[in-house]
């Protein structure tokens, strides 16, 4: 069975940094692309950043180029976002997700001082 | 950006009923490959995104016939037929054929 389970989210002042981490079991996950995908409350679908399955492409949205970095540990199965210089703007729902097949249960960011 | 307009915003069905969503995106879908990136989510309530349709009719793993895909170029459509409890929910859909994937702003299923 697929799992996907995020962590690392909270309360954080602007300006700070936060790194959200998304464990991934049940699937080879150094065979898939993953990506990051975020939902401000109330709000639908948007979608951070994407890495290539070894890593070595990147894609991010306009807004978050510069201030985020999307990395992955194949050796340990787990998915990164570092959230850097974080604005208001940013609190969202943080949703890992497998080629946006497989999503994870999702995990809570409130930029806020 | 690719821009992915969804109507209607929200719709009210009986069970057992038939819904349609459409989905326009503002350029073709269409990838340098040849495969059309447009997919279906649901997102039930407190629940994250499922993925119901991917490659416009293709059902993802375990996903009842009675959703169905269909669509070409910039136009797409998600049927869901003999509507049940469970369906309930946003559905989404989303294109992956360039960054940056873009998703429609959701289509709101009640059940009467």
């Known amino acids: 069975e697929v799992q996907l389970v995020e962590s690392g989210g909270g309360l954080v002042q602007p300006g700070r940094s936060l790194k959200l981490s998304c464990a991934a079991s049940?699937?080879?996950?150094?065979?898939?692309?993953m990506a990051w995908v975020r939902q401000a409350p109330t709000k639908g679908l948007e979608w951070v950043a994407t890495i290539s399955y070894d890593g070595s492409s990147t894609y991010y949205r306009d807004s978050v180029k510069g201030r985020f970095t999307i990395s992955r540990d194949n050796a340990k199965s787990t998915l990164y976002l570092q959230m850097d210089s974080l604005r208001s703007e940013d609190t969202a729902t943080y949703y890992c997700a497998r080629q946006l097949d497989y999503w994870g249960q999702g995990v809570m960011v409130t930029v806020s001082s | 950006d690719v821009v992915m307009t969804q109507t209607p915003v929200s719709m009210s069905v009986s069970l057992g009923g038939q819904v349609s969503i459409s989905c326009r995106s503002s350029?073709?879908?269409?990838?340098?490959?040849?495969?059309?990136?447009l997919s279906w989510y649901i997102q039930k309530p407190s629940q994250s995104p499922q993925l119901l349709i991917y490659k416009v009719s293709n059902r993802f793993s375990g996903i009842s016939d009675r959703f169905s895909g269909s669509g070409s170029g910039t136009d797409f459509t998600l049927k869901i037929s003999r509507v049940e409890p469970d369906d309930l929910g946003v559905y989404y859909c989303?294109?992956?054929?360039?960054?940056?994937?873009?998703f429609g702003s959701g289509t709101k299923l009640e059940i009467k």
């Open positions: 350029q073709s879908l269409v990838h340098n490959n040849g495969n059309t990136y």
């Open positions: 049940g699937f080879t996950f150094s065979n898939y692309g």
């Open positions: 989303g294109q992956g054929t360039q960054y940056p994937l873009t």
